[in-house]
């Protein structure tokens, strides 16, 4: 019966010793996944920040291009105006020198029949 108590004794502290040693190696695993998830957490946060910030970029991209065609419209719409009112006094300025020709000679042949 001794035999028997001292086998299960020396059974018991070799399984203790197992649990302390899977215990060991149980806590030193939890402690690496722990460190790889709070690293993907890093991970998973800095690419949604960078997605938001794509995202951000490409609505100020957006509202730019945006911006340039109304420039450019209102850029044509101007040299269109200033064309009109350029051939507007070019044609006027025209039509004062032909006035003003007309009367000199009209004036010119008037002093010759004095």
Do not use: C, G, P, W
């Amino acid at each position: 019966m001794m035999s028997a108590n001292t086998r299960v004794r020396e059974e018991i502290d070799t399984l203790r010793f197992e649990k302390a040693a899977y215990d060991n190696v149980y806590q030193q695993l939890h402690k690496r996944l722990l460190t790889q998830k709070k690293t993907m957490n890093m991970a998973i946060e800095q690419s949604a920040q960078a997605y938001r910030q794509r995202v951000e970029a490409m609505a100020r991209m957006v509202a730019m291009k945006e911006r340039q065609q109304k420039d450019i419209s209102q850029y044509n719409l101007e040299l269109r105006e200033l064309e009109r009112v350029y051939d507007h006094e070019s044609k006027l300025k025209s039509f004062l020198l032909f006035k003003l020709n007309d009367r000199s000679e009209f004036e010119e042949q008037a002093k010759q029949e004095e």
